[in-house]
C-alpha cells in the first residue's frame, strides 16, 4: 500500500548527486523521501505494482537572474504582478526563482524591494537579486545610466531592512569607489556578493573575487564587461580562472543570443562544475515580439531579442529548460553537466538550501521531460503543476 501523499516517479533520474537509468524518486508531502534504483525500489517493496517509467526525471530548475515573464515584471510594486511572473516560471520548469531588480531611483528600488519580500517570506520566491544601481557606467547595457552611482551604504542599509532578510544577491561593479565597504556590509548580511556590469582590468576584477576579495559569484560572464581579448584578457578571463579553481560561479545566459554557442562550450570545457545557467530574463519571456519595460526603460522585441533604444540587449525572452536545451545541443555540454548548470550550482551559489538536487529531505521540485527535453510535469514543493 501506499502512503498517503505519496508519489512514486520511475524513470531515468540526472541530478547532480545522483544518475540512474532506471531509478525511483519517493516523495512524502513537500519533500523528497528516498531516491534509488528500481531494482531497489522493488526489493523493498515485494508484492506492490511496478510504476511506470514517467521520463526523464530531474531537480526542478533554478533560475538565480529573471526579471519576470508573460508580460508580468519583477520590478514592480505590485506582489500581484510579481507573483505572476513567478508562477509563469515555476510552469515551466523553473520551480525555484530569484527575483531580480533593475538599477533605477532609489525610492521605486526600495518600495520594488517591500513588494517583493513578502513573496518571498511566503516562499512564491526564493529571494531578491538587486542587479544595481552600483555599476559601471561604461557597462551598463540596459540598466539606466541616470540611477548608476557610486556604492551608497545608506542605501544599502534600506534595502537590507526592507527585504527582510531575502536579499541574496547583489551585483556590483569592483572598480566603483567605496566597493570594499559596500561589499563589506553586504557579506555580514548575509547577501552574496556578484560582480558584473564592469570596465574593470584583469587584475582587478580578478583580486574583486574570493578568496581575496568578496565575490563569489560573477553575473551573465562577457555580458556587461569588455570582450575577451588575448592582449586585455579583462573579467571574462579573471572569472574563468577563478571558476576553473573551484573559486567563484559564473552565469551564462543559455539563450542563443547573449552569447555565442561556442563561448558556451568554452566556460563548461573550463568549469563545467561552477557554470550557472540563467534566463535574465525579463517581461516579454513567453510572448510575441513587441513593446515592453525594463525598470524605467522601453524595450523594444524583434525577432525575439530584446533591445532598448540605443540597441543593447536588454535581458532575456527565454526559459531555463530551454537554457539547458541550448546547452546540451547548441554546446555539446553532457546532460548531467547542463542539469547540474540548471539545478545545484545555482542553488549553491545563492546559497539556497533544500533545492537543486534530488535527495532525500529536499523539497518535492520535480521536473519530468520526455526524450527530446520535452516538458512533461512539473512537481513544486509536492504539488503537481502541469
Not at 71 to 88: K, L, Q
Not at 161 to 171: E, F, K, N, P, Y
Request: charged share 20%; net charge negative; hydrophobic share 45%.
Amino acid at each position: 500500500m501506499t502512503r498517503e501523499s505519496e508519489i512514486v516517479l520511475r524513470g531515468r533520474v540526472v541530478a547532480a548527486s545522483v544518475e540512474l537509468d532506471d531509478g525511483v524518486v519517493t516523495v512524502v508531502g513537500e519533500r523528497i523521501a528516498g531516491v534509488q534504483s528500481f531494482a531497489e525500489w522493488a526489493r523493498e517493496h515485494p508484492g506492490r505494482e511496478a510504476p511506470e517509467p514517467a521520463g526523464i526525471v530531474i531537480p526542478g530548475l533554478v533560475d538565480i537572474h529573471n526579471h519576470g515573464g508573460f508580460g508580468h515584471r519583477f520590478d514592480t510594486t505590485d506582489p500581484a504582478e510579481a507573483r505572476a511572473a513567478a508562477e509563469y516560471h515555476h510552469g515551466q520548469g523553473s520551480t525555484t526563482v530569484l527575483a531580480s531588480i533593475v538599477t533605477g531611483a532609489p525610492e521605486d528600488m526600495v518600495a520594488q524591494t517591500a513588494a517583493l519580500a513578502g513573496l518571498a517570506a511566503e516562499g512564491v520566491i526564493s529571494g531578491i537579486h538587486s542587479e544595481g544601481p552600483f555599476l559601471s557606467k561604461v557597462r551598463c547595457g540596459a540598466q539606466d545610466p541616470r540611477y548608476l552611482t557610486d556604492p551608497d551604504p545608506a542605501l544599502i542599509e534600506r534595502l537590507l531592512d526592507t527585504a527582510g532578510g531575502h536579499l541574496r544577491v547583489m551585483t556590483l561593479a569592483p572598480e566603483r569607489p567605496g566597493f570594499v565597504t559596500a561589499a563589506k556590509l553586504l557579506v555580514d548580511n548575509g547577501v552574496v556578493i556578484a560582480l558584473g556590469h564592469s570596465d574593470a582590468n584583469y587584475l582587478d576584477f580578478g583580486n574583486a573575487l574570493a578568496p581575496s576579495g568578496f565575490g563569489t559569484l560573477v553575473t551573465h560572464l562577457a555580458n556587461g564587461m569588455p570582450p575577451l581579448h588575448h592582449r586585455a584578457p579583462g573579467p571574462v578571463a579573471a572569472a574563468l580562472v577563478a571558476a576553473a579553481a573551484g573559486r567563484v560561479v559564473v552565469e551564462l545566459i543559455g539563450d542563443g543570443v547573449h552569447v555565442d554557442p561556442g563561448f558556451g562550450a568554452l566556460a563548461f570545457a573550463t568549469a563545467r562544475e561552477r557554470v550557472a545557467l540563467i534566463t535574465d530574463a525579463m517581461q516579454a519571456a513567453g510572448l510575441p515580439d513587441g513593446q515592453y519595460r525594463l525598470g524605467p526603460q522601453e524595450v523594444t522585441v524583434s525577432d525575439g531579442v530584446a533591445r532598448i533604444a540605443n540597441g543593447s540587449i536588454a535581458g532575456g525572452t527565454s526559459t531555463l529548460l530551454s537554457g539547458l536545451r541550448w546547452a546540451i545541443r547548441e554546446c555539446g555540454v553532457a546532460p548531467i553537466d547542463a542539469v547540474r548548470a540548471a539545478t545545484s550550482t545555482p542553488a549553491a551559489a545563492a546559497g539556497l538550501d533544500g533545492v537543486g538536487d534530488l535527495r532525500a529531505g529536499h523539497y518535492a521540485d520535480i521536473v519530468v521531460l520526455d526524450r527530446d527535453l520535452g516538458l512533461r510535469r512539473i512537481l513544486r514543493r509536492g504539488q503537481w503543476l502541469t
